[in-house]
């Protein structure tokens, strides 16, 4: 839609202004995996009393690290677009996005802790209506403030918010009062009123939740510096750009589907002493995972120029984007491998290898392959490579860890403070 309404320059500006405000979405998401492993391990072991001291921490957690970044975007936004931002027009467009947007990053944050509370408790039926409706209205809403107000790129950051914070009132809502309606009785019920603090519990949450949410900072953060260097090969390759990595982010879709279903059927596995049957449910899904996604990423590649052109239609740009597309195809079957491995290694506690691995694929080999691209005449072969190699180094590096087995021995250690037992 923006780019239908504005041009190239503010798909690029939003394209800047996206990895800021999703740095502190990111974070929440790293604190959520610490709460779908506390949950599901809790669920399985029919301790549903003690998932509410388990949300609560999550909730305070998320809170602690959101808030003062939405403070810094709010109050800075344009010195921080031009750190990785090229041209005048497409750092404007970004500024006036970041703004509106970072009023998002907190509820973001909680919507992905509600969320994962409930996949962990068996329902993944109700986070999918909910979040589903908050997309549906951010797009309706998108719609008619960027093309009925002429909004622009605020009209686009203005319906992310409200989206958001709709997801929140639900999810609080149903948790508290256990129901919700059109879709009926929730598996757990939480008592806002109480306290519910156990220290214990966060100290748990912060020790599986630090790793993830690094990991996702620096797979997040690393589009500064990436954004950087394709901005070297013109604001034409950023659009292209900004559009194969929605492309890739719609492909990976099944792949947090897939991950949270591991990690949920895992964890109560695990919750229950159940290790073969965790086992079991950890190598089904990968290979679930990896199957839908060499079928996803085998029909986009066939299909790359005319779902590109439904972003862009100059003819130089079409070609890139479409070029784009395809080696987000082959990184995005990674990408799929990485998820479905991942999904034990978090249930369990096991986090701090796929940060490793996300460091190592992004600045040792990713960032340095565009920097060649952009800076010799390999030219768009190494933005290419940059996208496979973001995704494979660290797929390679996480399903070696599953392959250890080491999650399991991990999960034990962890399990006294989870549900009681060791």
Same mark, same amino acid.
């Given at each position: 839609m923006v780019g239908s309404a504005l041009g190239a320059s503010a798909i690029a500006g939003v394209g800047y202004g996206v990895p800021f405000w999703t740095m502190t979405y990111m974070l929440g998401g790293g604190i959520a995996g610490g709460t779908i492993s506390l949950v599901s391990q809790r669920y399985g072991a029919d301790q549903s009393d003690r998932i509410g001291s388990a949300v609560k921490g999550s909730i305070v957690l998320a809170l602690?690290? +959101?808030?003062?970044?939405?403070?810094? !975007?709010? +109050?800075? &936004?344009?010195?921080?677009?031009?750190?990785?931002?090229?041209?005048?027009?497409?750092?404007?467009?970004?500024? /006036? *996005?970041?703004?509106?947007?970072?009023?998002? @990053?907190?509820?973001a944050a909680l919507n992905l802790i509600g969320s994962r509370t409930l996949i962990g408790a068996d329902d993944a039926w109700t986070p @999918?209506?909910? /979040?589903?409706?908050?997309?549906? #209205?951010?797009?309706?809403?998108?719609?008619?403030?960027?093309? $009925?107000?002429?909004?622009?790129v605020v009209g686009a950051a203005i319906g992310t918010v409200v989206g958001s914070i709709a997801g929140v009132a639900l999810f609080g809502w149903g948790l508290g009062a256990g129901r919700l309606p059109f879709i009926g009785p929730l598996p757990i019920q939480i008592d806002w009123s109480r306290l519910d603090w156990d220290a214990d519990t966060v100290r748990l949450l912060v020790r599986i939740s630090t790793?993830?949410?690094? /990991?996702?900072?620096a797979q997040n953060g690393g589009q500064f510096p990436m954004l950087a260097i394709v901005g070297?090969?013109? &604001?034409?390759?950023?659009?292209? *750009?900004?559009? #194969?990595?929605?492309? /890739?982010?719609? @492909?990976?879709?099944? $792949?947090w589907g897939f991950g949270l279903a591991s990690s949920s059927l895992v964890g109560q596995s695990l919750g229950q002493g159940q290790e073969p049957e965790a086992d079991a449910y950890a190598k089904d899904t990968l290979r679930y995972t990896v199957t839908v996604y060499a079928l996803a990423g085998a029909a986009v590649f066939l299909l790359a120029a005319p779902i590109s052109r439904l972003f862009v239609g100059d003819p130089s740009t079409l070609a890139t984007t479409t070029a784009l597309v395809r080696a987000t195809c082959v990184s995005v079957l990674l990408w799929g491998l990485m998820n479905g491995a991942l999904g034990p290694l978090r249930t369990s506690g096991d986090t701090t290898w796929p !940060? *490793? $691995?996300?460091?190592? $694929?992004? !600045?040792? !080999?990713?960032?340095?392959?565009? *920097?060649?691209?952009? +800076? +010799?005449?390999?030219?768009?072969?190494g933005l290419y490579a940059s996208l496979v190699l973001e995704t494979g180094i660290p797929a390679a590096v996480v399903y070696y860890r599953f392959r250890t087995d080491k999650w399991k021995a991990i999960s034990r250690s962890n399990r006294a403070a989870a549900v009681g037992t060791s």
């Open positions: 602690l690290v +959101t808030l003062p970044l939405v403070v810094l !975007f709010w +109050t800075v &936004p344009e010195p921080l677009i031009r750190l990785i931002g090229s041209g005048e027009q497409a750092i404007d467009y970004g500024v /006036r *996005y970041l703004k509106v947007a970072c009023l998002a @990053m907190p509820f @999918m209506v909910v /979040r589903a409706g908050g997309a549906a #209205a951010n797009i309706v809403l998108n719609a008619v403030l960027i093309f $009925g107000f002429g909004l622009g790793p993830l949410a690094l /990991r996702k900072v070297l090969f013109g &604001p034409q390759v950023v659009a292209a *750009y900004v559009v #194969a990595l929605r492309v /890739r982010a719609l @492909m990976n879709t099944p $792949g !940060f *490793y $691995g996300q460091l190592l $694929g992004l !600045f040792a !080999f990713s960032l340095p392959a565009a *920097y060649i691209g952009a +800076t +010799t005449a390999v030219g768009h072969w």
